[in-house]
């Protein structure tokens, strides 16, 4: 069975460096020492390799480890156990990036829908896609499903739940999922618009089930959950489940791992099936440096192991007035959000209709 | 309805560190400025407060938020988002601590077993109890129960598969819980011993109750977890569903989060109702501190809310010889963990007696 590749950055001393490599490459399948570890079918079929070993600073190496697949089960769960289970409680070591093999892609399809499906459901071939949330936590069903309406008059393609909106009691998820789809529904039927309302599943896995059950038969247009708080693996079943909904990953509790961002959002995140990732774009309230954020994009447009491309969705503090900015960074295959900038004014139907006549006019600009 | 208290580690400008605080509390609940958070309700009964703002040390500051309860929707996955969703994201913050209000625990009721439970359970009413892992990876179902048997005859509480040990083809979850369970009842059988079996439950949630119903079909004694893997909401689910079987959480994939370790296993896995919570001890192949352990340990055996204490389970390459040092350290009402060592020899049995051995000599001079 082919391997995994593995790349970590790894503190070291010079000489201890060897050593270190090898122990972390134990210590993520045999959790043995070699001298223990006897059993010849384990050593010729469960025991990786140390591929290289690359100072990169004062004390500083890249390493790259070969796991044989077969060690994942074609789990989604074991495969991140295997990648960074135990050794991301050792604070010498950050997982940087993963290289699977072919045969990794028949298990981890990665979206469904994608770029190309997302498009075609929107009808929107070219441009930039649009979204919001309906924030704050604290609405009622009734204010959220108004506001909804009026973002989805506006012609947005997505309107999401804030990822903090839960089963709370002022405003309980049944409710305002019915209230919110009927909502979009009927500014569709008034606008001829497509807009798709995207409810946030959170919860345990039952909870999880009883939301998706629910959004479904209320026939809601999309999906948001954010995979940290859910279960990594939930994403991953959920994608491979047949609801015919895209669905879009948050990237809430994920950004304190020590898992490079682009590996955990770009990579992990579509190949367990997100159609479009959120991430904190540069120079908002968050911190992901340009080049993290060009590699993300990069990744989840890719079609690496011939998986569908997933849209990025640069996020966290965009203004309309940053579109532009934002649309020449990335391109016009961007699922763009601007979240609490079109509450300011007060007129929410013109701050959003503006947010989408900015981010057609750019796009036209890009890709005509 | 009450307020959590967040205490978090923020690095900042001392000029910039009041506007710091207050854009972390809005962060996590309404994700808007104060400005454009207008609805009246909203206002009143979601936005949380600042409570202090106490500088640590040049530039890093210990800040304590009061955020509504109803904000979590006492749900696990929403709580946290509300402790540390978006706010993991940025780098200059830390959680530290969480302390809820005595409302939190009517939803949140910890360890069904816990120390009480388990020790019962086993017929240990004082003294340390002793458990080990199957390993390595690679091992067959007939392979693991053989190891199974060994550990049980040599009279250990809990033989555990170790957290890598998944739906693997060349060791099926279902062939290796059958046989394993098997192999730890013919032992107790035939030495009036109590041993428990525990299972590691791995995939998505599907996978999970697929693997769950096996188990307790089979009749195992016990389960294992990693919750960072699985979805920390699911350990809530699992303990307060009526499974009859107590938790053991493993910490993988979780030591790498910006949350301090003893809020996430010592506080979060409690609340989640594990009823002992691996984490790797000081001296091993990890680096928690003196402080970090004793900390976790206490937090795991407080009564905080009325909850029953749970076990700390120190792991991570302690050996039979440092069973004095550990136990010394932590007192008898601890889950000692011993694993890979126990195969050095090769007499598996001769190691795990001496094991269990020592523990209970051990515990003897502490507890009588």
């Known amino acids: 069975m082919p391997n995994l590749i593995f790349r970590y950055q790894v503190e070291s001393e010079p000489d201890q460096i060897a050593a270190r490599a090898d122990a972390l490459l134990l210590e993520q399948t045999v959790e043995l020492s070699r001298a223990v570890t006897r059993d010849p079918w384990v050593r010729e079929n469960i025991l990786g390799e140390v591929l290289s070993i690359e100072e990169v600073g004062a004390g500083l190496y890249a390493v790259a480890l070969a796991q044989p697949l077969r060690a994942t089960a074609l789990d989604p769960a074991q495969f991140l156990n295997v990648a960074f289970g135990n050794s991301s409680l050792q604070a010498d070591v950050t997982l940087v990036s993963i290289e699977p093999p072919d045969a990794f892609f028949a298990t981890f399809k990665g979206p469904r829908f994608g770029v190309e499906g997302l498009r075609a459901k929107l009808g929107a071939p070219k441009r930039a896609l649009t979204f919001t949330a309906l924030k704050p936590m604290g609405l009622s069903p009734e204010a959220a499903a108004s506001l909804a309406y009026d973002f989805a008059v506006a012609g947005l393609d997505i309107v999401k739940d804030d990822h903090g909106l839960a089963d709370h009691e002022f405003c309980p ?156 960074f990335y391109g016009a295959d961007t699922l763009l959000l601007v979240g609490g900038s079109l509450l300011e004014t007060g007129d929410v139907v013109g701050s959003a209709r503006a947010f989408v006549a900015e981010a057609e006019k750019i796009s036209r600009e890009l890709v005509g």
Chains 1, 2 share one sequence.
């Open 173 to 328: 998820f049944e409710k305002r999922v019915e209230l919110c789809q009927r909502a979009v529904g009927k500014a569709n039927a008034e606008t001829g618009g497509t807009t798709l309302y995207a409810p946030n599943l959170i919860g345990g896995p039952e909870t999880l089930y009883r939301q998706l059950e629910f959004a479904r038969a209320a026939g809601v247009g999309a999906l948001l959950i954010s995979p940290m708080l859910v279960g990594p693996a939930f994403l991953h079943e959920l994608a491979a489940a047949e609801t015919g909904l895209p669905i879009l990953a948050h990237p809430a509790f994920g950004g304190a791992l020590r898992v490079a961002p682009d590996a955990l959002f770009g990579q992990v995140f579509k190949w367990f099936g997100a159609d479009a990732v959120i991430y904190p774009h540069l120079g908002g309230r968050f911190s992901y440096s340009r080049e993290t954020c060009l590699s993300l994009a990069k990744r989840l447009r890719s079609a690496e192991g011939g998986l569908r491309p997933a849209f990025p969705a640069p996020a966290g503090g965009i203004k309309t007035s940053r579109v532009r900015e934002v649309l020449e």
